[in-house]
Structure formats: C-alpha cells, structure tokens
C-alpha cells in the first residue's frame, strides 16, 4: 500500500517557466513532508520542507505548498532551469518519531533549453 | 559536493563472499541511517542509529549487519546475500533522530553474483 503516491512518472517543462511538482498522501498522521531532488549516480539532496502548521514554506525559487485536507502537496519551481533537470521524490514522517521517511515513486523532470 | 561520504561507490560480490560498505560524515550528526532503493523504486529504511546505538531495526534479514564504532562512521556488513539484495545501499545522517532533514550520500551499487 503506497501511502505517499506522485502520480506523474515524467513532467518535462520550458526553461523559465514553472514547474509544479505533485504528491499525495493516505496517513492522516503525517505531519512533515519534505522534497528531495536525485541527479543519476548521487543520493538525494534536501530541497525544502514543510511542516503541517504551515501550509506554505519558500526558499529562492522553491515553493512548497500543503493542502491537509486534501491531503496534498506541490512542489513549485520558478522558474525552471536546465540544471533542475532530475527526480524529485516527495517524502513524509510523523512526529514524534520523524527518522521514518516515506518516499513517494518520484517524478522525473525536464527543463527543456 | 555531498557532506555525508559512502565507499565503495560501486561493489560486485558472490554470494558466499563477506563485505562492507562503509558510511562517513563530519557534520558532527549523532543520527545515522541505511537505505536501500531498488531500480525504479522509492528509498526504504533498513536502519537506524543513535549515538552510536542501533534504535530501529525494519525486519532486515540477518544477513546485513549494521554497526557504527564511533559517531562519524557507519558500516554495514555484507554476508551470504541473494541476488534479490542487489540495489544502491543509501547512507544518511540528521543532526539528531529528532532533527530533520537526512543528508544522504551518493550510495553505494551493489550487484550480487
């Protein structure tokens, strides 16, 4: 049972337009969700992240928006470069006890030049 | 440049034969972790160490042995695997279990003859 699902496998999006980045969760008892960005041969790196007191956090281009109700989370990159070009996994925890991450599938994006 | 180092980056091994992969960070983390991501697959917990103590154990088979000597180094010793344990073995660290996010390494892939 995949509680944390990113529907889209692929996105592919032109240089200096947005990216939006989804992800769905089941567990009503997460409350930390957090993006991860993964080039081919590295581990992934730490995004941005959010808090379920929050239902935005931004960094630079990054924007992460949270919808509890709907148990929904987007990942908006603005605007979108060549380099971003990678996966994208969505992760969520509990707290206490937030060690345990749950990855979604990931989306694999393309900025196109 | 990732701050959380994995060796070997790659790593052929037989079945009957004994390894390790071996994890190290300076960011001075008192939590350390193992992952394991099949091909096309989200990262799944293996293990979880705090200050130098293994406080989460997934129901991973014995054959993987996790220890950490000091608060900088992480290993995880291989033996008798099965081809099915072929997968890139992700180390992470996070200021504490309670302090988020996880850095990961790059990995360490890990085919099994």
């Known amino acids: 049972d995949q509680q944390v699902k990113q529907n889209s496998p692929s996105l592919s999006v032109q240089e200096g337009r947005i990216s939006i980045l989804n992800c769905d969760y089941t567990?009503?008892?997460?409350?930390?969700f957090l993006w991860y960005k993964k080039y081919p041969a590295e581990g992934p790196t730490f995004l941005i992240s959010?808090?379920?007191?929050?239902d935005k956090n931004e960094d630079g281009r990054f924007t992460v928006f949270l919808n509890k109700s709907a148990k929904h989370l987007s990942l908006h990159i603005v605007p979108s470069q060549p380099g971003d070009s990678a996966v994208y996994f969505c992760?969520?925890?509990?707290?206490?006890?937030?060690?345990?991450?749950?990855f979604g599938t990931g989306t694999r994006l393309k900025v196109l030049a | 440049d990732t701050e959380v180092t994995q060796t070997p980056k790659h790593l052929v091994m037989g079945m009957t034969n004994k390894k390790s992969l071996k994890c190290e960070q300076h960011?001075?983390?008192?939590?350390m972790y193992w992952y394991k991501q099949k091909a096309k697959k989200p990262p799944e917990l293996m293990f979880v160490?705090?200050?130098?103590?293994?406080?989460i154990n997934e129901s991973v088979p014995s054959r993987f042995s996790p220890e950490c000597p000091n608060s900088s180094l992480l290993n995880l010793h291989l033996h008798a695997l099965q081809p099915e344990d072929s997968a890139l073995y992700l180390c992470?660290?996070?200021?504490?279990?309670?302090?988020?996010?996880?850095?990961f390494g790059d990995g360490t892939r890990l085919s099994i003859l």
């Open positions: 992470a660290s996070s200021q504490e279990v309670r302090v988020q996010p996880q850095h």
């Open positions: 567990n009503s008892m997460f409350d930390y």
């Open positions: 959010i808090s379920s007191i929050k």
């Open positions: 992760a969520a925890s509990e707290t206490p006890g937030t060690y345990k991450y749950i």
């Open positions: 960011m001075g983390h008192r939590a």
């Open positions: 160490y705090s200050y130098e103590k293994l406080s």
